[in-house]
């Protein structure tokens, strides 16, 4: 029987998406600017439409995330979008807004429900009262180590996310920062872009070579990490556990290094699959990646080494 988990990545195209799907990936997180928070990429309706097409069309399977904070304003758009999408055949949302998880209910019930609450999500208990809430899978807190993770996997009662690779979130504002500041520093916008494309970052004095990516979208301000978590070297701890989704973040990078990326990681899955107490990582898995890898950012462990203290 094979148990290989789902190799789950973020498109920001429909291009990519195909890209993605022809280098090993299992299913797509998309989304709507308006709903979802720091997208690799905005969806409409219609984008939505052609990649379920596209992925099922493979054997693939579309989420959708809706993982904003919903404020009042946006709580009669919600529903309609919801049974859009569920219309479109999506397969399952990413929420952490119960009013999320009502407007599925109520609106798209086929489709499942992912509870993705950023930092929170760090114990079984919680995780497993939103199951009993309706949700089939948590993803897991990115400040959990790898110990936490793999012992936290038989106590649950939802399936678990856990990613892999890829930037991650370390601040966020719904306040305009990025603006706020510039504009305090007598350089008010141009009138230009604040958001992704502009290619914008954070340094700190005492740590002038590490670059912090920030953005600023209708979402509010977002800092990302100044590294990458990489943790193909110890895939096979989480594969063991049984984690049974394992996401590839491409916010922020070119297709060439997501497309290598997933090749790299379904390699590996791959290999387990076939014979996992024979498997060994080969550093040679990683030497695509290395050669796209942005010099100034360092692949690392992020903190699934990393003892935490309570």
């Not at 609450?117 to 208990?125: L, V």
């Not at 050669?291 to 692949?299: F, G, M, S, V």
């Amino acid at each position: 029987m094979n148990n290989t988990p789902e190799l789950l990545a973020t498109a920001a195209s429909l291009e990519e998406a195909a890209a993605l799907l022809d280098a090993g990936a299992s299913a797509l997180l998309v989304g709507d600017d308006r709903f979802g928070m720091r997208l690799a990429g905005h969806f409409t309706l219609e984008d939505t439409a052609a990649v379920v097409q596209l992925a099922h069309a493979r054997g693939g399977k579309v989420y959708v995330s809706i993982n904003g904070l919903i404020p009042n304003t946006m709580l009669e758009e919600l529903p309609a979008y919801v049974k859009a999408i569920g219309g479109l055949g999506v397969d399952g949302v990413e929420f952490g807004d119960p009013a999320v998880l009502a407007a599925v209910k109520a609106e798209a019930p086929g489709m499942k429900l992912h509870w993705n609450a950023e930092m929170t999500s760090t114990n079984y208990a919680t995780a497993n009262y939103w199951g009993r809430k309706g949700a089939t899978r948590v993803v897991l807190a990115r400040e959990l180590n790898m110990d936490e993770m793999t012992e936290m996997v038989p106590n649950l009662e939802v399936e678990a996310q856990v990613q892999v690779h890829g930037m991650t979130n370390i601040y966020h504002s719904k306040r305009k920062l990025v603006a706020s500041y510039m504009s305090h520093q007598g350089r008010p916008s141009d009138g230009g872009s604040l958001g992704k494309e502009r290619g914008l970052f954070l340094i700190e004095a005492e740590r002038p070579n590490e670059k912090f990516p920030i953005y600023e979208d209708e979402n509010g301000t977002h800092i990302m990490s100044s590294d990458d978590i990489c943790i193909l070297e110890d895939l096979h701890f989480l594969l063991k556990a049984g984690v049974q989704s394992l996401k590839i973040e491409g916010l922020l990078k070119p297709v060439a290094y997501n497309v290598a990326v997933v090749k790299a990681y379904r390699h590996a899955m791959d290999v387990y699959a076939a014979d996992p107490a024979e498997y060994a990582f080969e550093e040679s898995w990683l030497e695509e990646v290395r050669a796209l890898q942005d010099p100034e950012r360092e692949l690392s462990f992020g903190f699934f080494y990393k003892e935490q203290v309570y």
